[in-house]
């Protein structure tokens, strides 16, 4: 899918034509849409296509013709019927007359640049673009803010699950955002590589306003870092509670079973005497039969006191 827009009044508003001065998203573009932008404005094939292979690297490309800058980005899916919090590499070329992002899904990043819904920054304009790639890079780092929020709710919402029961889903839940946050912390310590490389570079910090809006970029990237370092510790001692948890709920199951067992032993081993082809004490005798019953259920009581005294009895 391809959408163009042009700045009015610091809101993108689309257009049909590519022109000077705007900004072109690609979702998942077809080849003919790929080719399209390829022969506008001029950017390799092998460009626009980078950021549509989920295992490509971030980088920074500098050529004579545009300047490629490539990142991940957070983004949310359903897998197994579960809401996954995951990353997508996002491709921003930069060109003398246009902005290009490329990607594979559909951002948060890039649809509230279109709906306009963060006032955290300055109004966008493509026409000075290296202040509106920073506003990009802003818009995820908040993002992924965003994601590290709502994956320390879901964290919480588990841990006051695990106080009333303990499930095994709750384990592999836990893992799954442990898992989440590896990927977020990966992917955010080479974003701030590359956003510590474009601070360098003068193409991306030409005025005051632009450095304050890098460093911005900077505090919201590193700040995120650290963030999913916390939660990352946090939740790793959870799932740790939920598996001494789970662990000793087995224990006490194994030694209840254990008790039962014992118990269970004492009635076996009279009846089994006494079921023998051999002459026993009394065995003729018309009330043995509930003599030994009796004699069973006192010495099960006192095996179940003895036990209960040792702390051997749930």
């Not at 005798?285 to 051997?312: K, N």
Request: with cysteine; charged share 25%; proline share 4%.
């Amino acid at each position: 899918m391809i959408d163009i827009y042009e700045m009015k009044d610091g809101r993108p508003c689309k257009t049909e034509e590519i022109t000077d001065d705007v900004w072109i998203n690609l979702t998942n573009p077809t080849p003919e849409e790929i080719e399209y932008v390829h022969k506008a404005l001029g950017i390799d094939r092998e460009a626009i296509t980078a950021a549509l292979d989920d295992e490509e690297g971030s980088r920074v490309e500098v050529t004579p013709d545009y300047t490629l800058i490539l990142v991940d980005a957070p983004t949310r899916e359903w897998r197994n019927g579960r809401e996954e919090f995951t990353t997508y590499p996002i491709s921003i070329a930069v060109t003398d007359r246009a902005v290009v992002t490329v990607c594979l899904q559909e951002l948060f990043a890039i649809t509230n640049i279109v709906a306009s819904r963060n006032r955290n920054i300055n109004a966008v304009n493509v026409a000075n673009r290296p202040r509106f790639v920073l506003q990009i890079l802003f818009r995820i780092a908040v993002n992924y803010q965003a994601d590290l929020k709502y994956i320390e709710v879901k964290r919480m919402a588990i841990e006051e699950s695990i106080r009333k029961t303990t499930r095994r889903e709750d384990l592999f839940e836990l893992h799954e955002l442990e898992s989440n946050l590896v990927y977020f912390k990966t992917s955010l310590s080479v974003n701030a590589s590359i956003i510590d490389r474009m601070g360098k570079q003068s193409r991306f910090v030409s005025s005051p306003e632009d450095r304050d809006l890098l460093d911005d970029v900077v505090i919201e990237t590193n700040q995120a870092l650290e963030m999913t370092t916390t939660y990352s510790q946090i939740i790793k001692g959870t799932r740790q509670l939920v598996e001494a948890d789970l662990n000793h709920s087995l224990s006490n199951v194994m030694k209840f079973l254990t008790s039962i067992t014992l118990i269970i032993a004492i009635p076996t081993m009279i009846a089994s005497f006494y079921g023998m082809n051999v002459p026993l004490p009394g065995a003729n005798h018309e009330y043995m039969p509930y003599f030994l019953l009796a004699l069973m259920g006192v010495l099960c009581l006192i095996s179940i006191y003895i036990l209960r005294r040792r702390g051997m009895w749930r």
